[in-house]
């Protein structure tokens, strides 16, 4: 009898670890395994830096352009639907939405004698798109404001992407480039590339261009369980129940 039960608590277990296990090994992004249909998933991803240029895209105008190190760690919370046709590795792509990021500030620059602050803030889009299952191209916009001299002003999206490469003058006037880098899904870093210029000649930041890199960190997929994982889990538990019912009559029975 012993036996019996210690084969059912076995295989309650082995349910419950089924229905708790991550398809993804060590990596802490899975794809398509961490976009289940219909729902899709929730997971966080940490901005933790990275660099801002600021010049007016011509270096015969601008003389030097303007550098700044970003530090600013903030994270923010994606809703990910299901993968669109996963045939396998290599194909596949999801929709990313978020409510806001919280004042994402770029740094403060002298614009015309008065200091601006450029900043991201806002609900934004983008997207995941499967390379191979190790690496994943995502982007990502992302309102852009500031306020200068008291005044605010509002840029609209700017397009953060892994597979974008820039072209801005350095600090020194210096023609350079900052190319983004794909999500390694095994570490989740990734790094966003976006440009934005202002072409509104009525604009009091008319020329101007702004140039950034962000580092992204972390993605934490949610551990809301799949519906089919918590049938798994509760058949798991009855059989534990099950099993200990057995017992208790066993001996009853043998008394």
């Known amino acids: 009898m012993k036996q019996i039960s210690y084969t059912l608590a076995a295989a ?4 419950a670890s089924q229905a708790s296990a991550s398809t993804c090994g060590t990596n802490k992004l899975c794809v398509p395994g961490d976009f289940p249909s219909p729902d899709g998933a929730y997971f966080n991803m940490d901005l ?3 660099n801002v240029h600021l010049d007016l895209g011509q ?4 003389g030097p352009g303007i550098e700044t190190t970003l530090n600013n760690l903030q994270p923010i919370t994606f809703h990910a639907s299901p993968f669109a046709n996963p045939t396998g590795l290599s194909v596949g792509t999801s929709t990313l939405t978020y409510s806001a990021i919280s004042h994402y ?3 403060t620059f002298s614009v ?3 200091d601006a602050e450029f900043y991201l803030e806002g609900a934004g889009f983008g997207e995941l798109v499967d390379i191979d299952g190790i690496q994943g191209n995502w982007s990502l916009n992302v309102p852009l404001r500031a306020t200068w001299n ?3 002003f509002d840029f609209g999206n700017v397009l953060l992407s892994t597979a974008a490469t820039y072209s801005y003058y350095s600090a020194h006037n210096a023609l350079s480039t900052i190319s983004g880098q794909s999500m390694d899904y095994a570490t989740g870093d990734a790094f966003l590339a976006g440009q934005a210029s202002v072409t509104d000649i009525n604009n009091p930041f008319y020329g101007i261009r702004i140039t950034l890199g962000l580092n992204g960190n972390d993605p934490v997929v949610s551990s809301v369980p799949e519906p089919s994982a918590i049938w798994q889990l509760m058949a798991g538990l009855g059989m534990l129940g099950a099993a200990a019912r057995f017992r208790t009559r066993s001996r009853v029975a043998m008394a």
């Open 12 to 15: 309650a277990l082995c349910l």
């Open 48 to 50: 933790l830096g990275g």
């Open 59 to 62: 270096a015969a105008l601008t």
């Open 105 to 107: 500030s770029l740094g």
């Open 112 to 114: 015309y004698g008065f």
């Open 150 to 152: 008291g005044v605010f």
